[in-house]
Every structure is written in C-alpha cells, then in structure tokens.
C-alpha cells in the first residue's frame, strides 16, 4: 500500500442546486440545499484513501461545527489526521457551490486553511520525507506551496502540483515538482506566454493539461499525447479534478507507466461526477478497475 501526503485545504461546502444560474442582481428558486464535507485537500485525501492508499492530511480546520464534522469524515474514510489540527477562534474554510446548467460555480472562503504555513507543515517533515507521493494544491498560501516543493526536492519525494485555483507560480516550483496537472485555463496562467503545444514539450512526461470531456493531454518526449477520457451519464462535476488528482498519484506512486496512470486517473474522474457531492461520488478500487 503506498503512501500519500496531502498537503491542502478542508472545507465545508455548502450546495445549493437549480435550474438557472443567477446573473448579477437576479434572484433564482434553487431546489434543494446540502452541507457536504469538501475542500481540495480534503477531497484529494478521501479520494486517494477509497483507491487504496494509506493517507496522511496535512492541513488545519476551525474550532467551529465544521470542523470537528471534517474530521469525523476524515476517520470514516480511513485518512490520517494526526497533522490536521483545530485553529482556535477561527472559522472552518467553506466552499459555496451552485449547481446549475450541468455545471458548477463556485466561491471559496479559506478559513483556517491560511493557517497552512510553513511553519505549520514545518511540524510534518517526517509524515513528508516518508511518503511514496505528496499531492498539494493552491487554497492553501503561496509561501506553504514554495517551501513544500523545496523539502519534496530535498527529500527526494515526488511532488504532484494541482495548480488550483490559478495564479502564477514560481519558476522554482515547476521545476521541483515531478508532476503539474493544469486544466487549460490554470495552464495559461501557469505559462504566461507559451502556447499549450510549446508548455508540454518544455515539460514532458511532467505537466499534464486536463481537458475535461475530451481527456487529459501530454507530450511524451517525441510526441503529443492525448489520453480520452470516458462518456457518463452527469450528476454533479464537483471533485471530478480531485478525484482525478488523487487517482493519478496513486497510480504513479505504485510504479504504473504514465499512460495507465493517466487511464487509472481518468476513469476514476468519470465515475465521480455519476452522483451527488465532491465525495460523494469518490469510487473505491475496485470500481475503478472492474470498470477500465
């Protein structure tokens, strides 16, 4: 069993579904409202935890009800938090998601997840140094991403970078990471100036450009690759990246060759968005691979 430490945010998201997507000033009828555990962090966890690896959450939640509800998730889904602690007279970090038009949009409020800083991963190096894999995010401070690329490089532990939400990111932290996984978007933010062709072929086999229904796309060292991804039936697109995230580095920390990571990946990614919530529809192995 391999291991993985998440280095990210927990939340709480708080769903709201509807027919129509409010414009500016407009008010809608949703038809129906959930509270779910969530968080980039958090989902990457749980969901690299239901695909068989032993996880370890880095991360920080609020004293609050939110709190203590996405720790309880945490131990029900198997994910370590022995280095998640509970910042006092702060609030848990929350995501508030309208589902609506066969997508999603979404507001984050960071919370306690600010509270990720060097110094406080700076108290997890050993659960670090110790994995087969990190997985970190960007709802967590710019400075947490640069120091945790540092000690990933110094340790000779691989480091999968899902660069979101986009912003600009260091040259230093593209090149300590072994891994990028950018959607096209966070991909033109990530390489100002470059095409997408010219950013995959100054990093291959390293950044891979997720591309939602049509796949994932990589340059192989002599050529473009695109990995298809697989036709379902949409319930809620929430995690789909998570998952996806979580799924490759599991299938890249136990030794699988990048194209069946990516395949790993990409069918675990399809088979979350069939049900509600960003972990709700989080599949175990076994699903995943009775169904590749």
Request: charged share 25%.
């Amino acid at each position: 069993m391999v291991k993985i430490a998440v280095i990210g945010s927990s939340s709480m998201d708080l769903v709201v579904t509807s027919d129509k997507r409010p414009g500016a000033g407009e008010t809608v009828l949703g038809s129906s409202f959930k509270t779910v555990p969530g968080g980039k962090g958090a989902n990457q966890a749980v969901a690299a935890a239901r695909l068989g690896a032993d996880v370890y959450m880095i991360g920080c939640v609020g004293d609050d009800h939110y709190g203590s509800a996405i720790l309880e998730n945490f131990k029900q889904n198997g994910v370590d938090v022995t280095n998640v602690e509970p910042v006092t007279d702060t609030e848990s970090g929350t995501a508030h998601i309208i589902l609506a038009e066969g997508d999603n949009s979404i507001v984050v409020v960071k919370g306690a997840n600010d509270h990720v800083t060097p110094d406080y991963v700076g108290k997890s190096l050993g659960t670090i140094e110790q994995a087969d894999m990190v997985l970190i995010q960007q709802e967590i401070p710019e400075e947490t991403v640069e120091y945790v690329s540092e000690r990933c490089k110094e340790y000779e532990v691989p480091l999968l970078l899902n660069p979101a939400p986009s912003r600009p990111i260091s040259k230093k932290v593209i090149e300590n990471a072994a891994y990028i996984t950018p959607n096209e978007h966070e991909a033109s933010v990530l390489f100002d100036g470059l095409s997408i062709e010219a950013a995959l072929k100054q990093y291959p086999n390293k950044v891979f450009i997720t591309e939602g229904k049509q796949g994932v796309r990589y340059f192989d060292g002599e050529k473009e690759v695109l990995v298809p991804s697989y036709e379902v039936k949409i319930v809620d697109t929430t995690g789909a990246g998570d998952t996806f995230n979580a799924a490759l580095a599991v299938a890249l920390a136990e030794g699988k060759s990048i194209t069946d990571s990516l395949r790993f990946a990409n069918r675990a990614a399809s088979l979350s968005v069939t049900k509600f919530g960003a972990q709700g529809g989080m599949p175990l192995r076994k699903e995943v691979e009775e169904t590749l």
